[in-house]
């Protein structure tokens, strides 16, 4: 079902509507997917001590009945954006140590260098996260940039694609929201259309490019105010090219601010209801938790994933009740500025390895 009401364009209607219907798993509704996992979340700590991993604590706790775990195996990684500060000091051989120890599988990397740990090359990056048993799923690199030399998609794609197939990515994207060209639907067009460059070059490398949301994704366009720049980015981006990593943070974030028009007019919607529309076009995730704050601009004060009120079990159990939605998604936490990162790390693990779905 499209999102434009009148006086809206009529090809982004069509396009929006079609992929829509095409989005959900045959045999099963947005709404029975939601309504599945309604429940509130449930979490109890784990035990990383005496050598007691958090896969192995998950399985004991499925074999005593509390149900199945929310978090598919094999799919919790990390954007080691959250760990930069352990990265550049300690390196990313200490981290991936740490992580290792904590349960993760992937990581996801925002930059190639450790700082004051000294350098390292591509080559030498992947032995050591093969070496801990994590897989590297994706990268965060510029869109664009006003120095031609710059390291991003629209400068040097041909660069950006080599490293990232050194490294055996299965995904490369941005976190740049597509403001490229401006703020009105043609200027989002425009930055649709670098993005289906980007993703053609990426599915010749093998490689799946997508775009990392932040909030203002979900703001109006100022020529055509009823237009939310996010359906037109849906809309515009060739499906089998561009894909999207939900930052679920966000995305609530952006549901709190721009639930109205300028107009003032209600314009509520649900981050959820995007991904179950088109399941397919969000392989990746940032977990990234925050405590509800009405006075606050954004709605939510950022917290250790587990703290905050964003609810992941009803969430993530959603997400997976779609068809092959527990082998084609992965899952990241996140804090952009956590108080202590690995502190941060072990508890995002903990809570997301002990969700568990509702019990039958």
């Given at each position: 079902?499209?999102?434009?009401?009148?006086?809206?364009?009529?090809?982004?209607?069509?396009?929006?509507?079609?992929?829509?219907?095409?989005?959900?798993?045959?045999?099963?509704?947005?709404?029975?997917?939601?309504?599945?996992?309604?429940?509130?979340?449930?979490?109890?700590?784990?035990?990383?001590?005496?050598?007691?991993?958090?896969?192995?604590?998950?399985?004991?706790?499925?074999?005593?009945?509390?149900?199945?775990?929310v978090l598919p195996p094999g799919r919790?990684?990390?954007?080691?954006?959250?760990?930069?500060?352990?990265?550049?000091?300690?390196?990313?051989?200490?981290?991936?140590?740490?992580?290792?120890?904590?349960?993760?599988?992937?990581?996801?990397?925002?930059?190639?260098?450790?700082?004051?740990?000294?350098?390292?090359?591509?080559?030498?990056?992947?032995?050591?996260?093969?070496?801990?048993?994590?897989?590297?799923?994706?990268?965060?690199?510029?869109?664009?940039?006003?120095?031609?030399?710059?390291?991003?998609?629209?400068?040097?794609?041909?660069?950006?694609?080599?490293?990232?197939?050194?490294?055996?990515?299965?995904?490369?994207?941005?976190?740049?929201?597509?403001?490229?060209?401006?703020?009105?639907?043609?200027?989002?067009?425009?930055?649709?259309?670098?993005?289906?460059?980007?993703?053609?070059?990426?599915?010749?490398?093998?490689?799946?490019?997508?775009?990392?949301?932040?909030?203002?994704?979900?703001?109006?366009?100022?020529?055509?105010?009823?237009?939310?720049?996010?359906?037109?980015?849906?809309?515009?981006?060739?499906?089998?090219?561009?894909?999207?990593?939900?930052?679920?943070?966000?995305?609530?974030?952006?549901?709190?601010r721009f639930s109205k028009r300028v107009?003032?007019?209600?314009?509520?919607?649900?981050?959820?209801?995007?991904?179950?529309?088109?399941?397919?076009?969000?392989?990746?995730?940032?977990?990234?938790?925050?405590?509800?704050?009405?006075?606050?601009?954004?709605?939510?004060?950022?917290?250790?994933?587990?703290?905050?009120?964003?609810?992941?079990?009803?969430?993530?159990?959603?997400?997976?009740?779609?068809?092959?939605?527990?082998?084609?998604?992965?899952?990241?936490?996140?804090?952009?500025?956590?108080?202590?990162?690995?502190?941060?790390?072990?508890?995002?693990?903990?809570?997301?390895?002990?969700?568990?779905?509702?019990?039958?």
């Open positions: 079902m499209s999102r434009f009401h009148g006086g809206s364009d009529p090809e982004l209607v069509h396009r929006l509507s079609r992929r829509g219907m095409l989005g959900v798993a045959a045999g099963a509704g947005t709404a029975a997917l939601l309504g599945a996992a309604a429940a509130p979340a449930v979490a109890a700590p784990l035990d990383f001590a005496a050598g007691s991993g958090a896969r192995d604590t998950a399985a004991d706790a499925k074999r005593k009945g509390r149900g199945r775990p919790l990684g990390i954007q080691l954006y959250s760990l930069r500060d352990k990265i550049s000091t300690l390196g990313f051989a200490a981290v991936f140590a740490e992580l290792e120890r904590y349960g993760y599988d992937e990581i996801e990397f925002a930059g190639y260098t450790q700082g004051s740990a000294g350098s390292i090359t591509l080559a030498r990056l992947r032995r050591l996260a093969r070496d801990h048993g994590l897989t590297p799923i994706g990268s965060h690199v510029g869109y664009y940039s006003s120095d031609p030399d710059a390291y991003t998609f629209a400068q040097n794609l041909e660069k950006v694609l080599d490293d990232a197939e050194a490294l055996g990515l299965q995904h490369i994207g941005t976190p740049a929201p597509p403001f490229r060209y401006g703020a009105t639907v043609d200027a989002w067009k425009r930055a649709a259309e670098d993005f289906n460059v980007y993703g053609a070059a990426a599915r010749g490398r093998g490689m799946k490019f997508y775009q990392h949301n932040h909030a203002e994704e979900f703001s109006f366009a100022t020529d055509r105010p009823h237009v939310r720049l996010y359906d037109v980015l849906l809309a515009e981006t060739d499906p089998e090219l561009v894909f999207l990593e939900m930052d679920v943070y966000w995305a609530y974030v952006g549901q709190h107009d003032g007019t209600p314009a509520p919607f649900d981050p959820l209801r995007y991904v179950l529309r088109q399941p397919d076009r969000y392989p990746l995730f940032h977990v990234k938790d925050g405590e509800r704050d009405e006075s606050a601009r954004d709605g939510y004060r950022m917290t250790d994933v587990g703290d905050g009120d964003i609810d992941y079990r009803r969430f993530m159990s959603a997400v997976g009740r779609t068809h092959g939605g527990r082998r084609d998604h992965h899952w990241q936490a996140e804090h952009d500025n956590p108080a202590e990162s690995f502190t941060f790390a072990r508890k995002s693990s903990a809570h997301l390895h002990a969700l568990r779905e509702k019990d039958c």
